[in-house]
């Protein structure tokens, strides 16, 4: 069996693995970068929107960039429709994934794709790296292996409530500056979206009681034809992706070793879905605290990263969960509650 050595081992090349593999190997620690696909970034599954203030993290070409937004509508249960200031960029999410990992690369992390983290054994990863079983020996391991975490199992941290999603590529019928969010009785525990990218939107929805995967097609099937019908869409479907959305409270996400970062650590917002903006930053903050805990031969340092985490994102990470759970035992009564439960309104906030 092949064996391998490194300072720190990240499991998973999205944005979270990606910029920790970077910020670590920038610091002079041997880093290793896997990950099972073989194209980093593809398939997607994400709406493809990031806040524009995102881009002073994002040490890299910008050529990821699709178009500009400007606001956001929300269409509430009662028809009603509010149009908020919503700055941010519409991007192809596989080319700012490969963009991260080239940077990770540049900085001198090592990257193995077709490699597939199977096992924890004796302080020792076991992975198949293009059918070629490997031992891979590493002082550190951050687990940024997305929201059904392998890492996360091994420590006994693992996300349990996620979100199915799907979503389409549509033909716009006018092109917008808007991402749209659409709240409907029929989304239990979510919404529908629609977020342009030029000529083209991403349209989908995520929801938590589905059932079946027929169930969450055909609402999103439902979805696309009532926007036919409004004429903002034609009725060609160019493509499909789908995947999971953690929504949950905070949670423990260091233990030895091990720590997670990203989806694996749930680090998206439990009522938006939001998520690429946390694993940028917290991927650049478990890369730097892990190289500092191997310079300094100690573990303990990792705890410093959970409680960075914890200052910078944990209270508002507890509101939304809080409202996510006032909105889904309420949901019958989705209209009167609603600007408790959506980030737009200021009664969101409030306690």
């Not at 880093?31 to 203030?53: M, N, S, T, W, Y």
């Not at 953690?246 to 439990?270: S, Y």
């Not at 903006?277 to 340092?301: F, N, P, R, W, Y």
Request: glycine share 10%; proline share 4%.
């Amino acid at each position: 069996m092949k064996e391998e050595r490194c300072n720190v081992l990240v499991i998973g090349a999205g944005p979270a693995g990606s910029c920790a593999a970077g910020i670590a190997a920038l610091a002079g620690v041997k880093v290793l970068l896997i990950d099972r696909k073989k194209e980093i970034g593809e398939p997607v599954r994400c709406a493809e929107f990031i806040p524009r203030q995102l881009l002073s993290e994002l040490d890299c070409k910008r050529d990821f960039i699709v178009q500009p937004v400007k606001t956001m509508k929300s269409f509430l249960p009662d028809n009603k429709m509010i149009e908020t200031p919503g700055p941010g960029l519409m991007i192809n999410r596989n080319i700012l994934d490969q963009a991260l990992a080239q940077n990770a690369k540049d900085a001198g992390a090592v990257i193995w794709t077709e490699t597939r983290a199977l096992e924890y054994d004796n302080g020792c990863v076991m992975a198949v790296k293009e059918r070629e079983q490997v031992r891979i020996k590493a002082d550190i391991i951050i687990g940024a292996d997305g929201p059904h975490t392998r890492a996360g199992r091994w420590i006994g941290s693992i996300n349990r409530n996620l979100i199915p999603a799907v979503q389409a590529r549509v033909h716009l019928t006018e092109a917008t500056e808007s991402t749209e969010v659409y709240f409907d009785k029929n989304f239990f525990g979510g919404y529908a979206w629609l977020f342009p990218k030029g000529d083209t939107a991403n349209v989908g929805l995520g929801i938590k009681r589905w059932g079946s995967p027929d169930n969450i097609r055909r609402s999103l099937c439902y979805f696309l034809q009532n926007l036919k019908e409004q004429n903002r869409i034609t009725g060609e479907v160019t493509g499909y992706n789908a995947g999971w959305i953690p929504a949950e409270a905070p949670r423990k996400i260091v233990k030895g070793n091990i720590i997670l970062v990203g989806d694996a650590a749930g680090h998206t917002h439990p009522i938006t879905g939001a998520g690429v903006s946390q694993a940028v930053i917290c991927g650049h903050m478990a890369g730097e605290h892990a190289a500092e805990a191997v310079k300094k031969g100690d573990l303990g340092l990792l705890k410093e990263y959970e409680e960075e985490w914890i200052d910078l994102y944990g209270e508002s990470q507890q509101i939304a969960a809080q409202r996510r759970q006032l909105m889904e035992n309420n949901w019958n009564d989705l209209d009167k509650i609603i600007k408790k439960c959506w980030v737009v309104f200021k009664e969101y906030y409030k306690n």
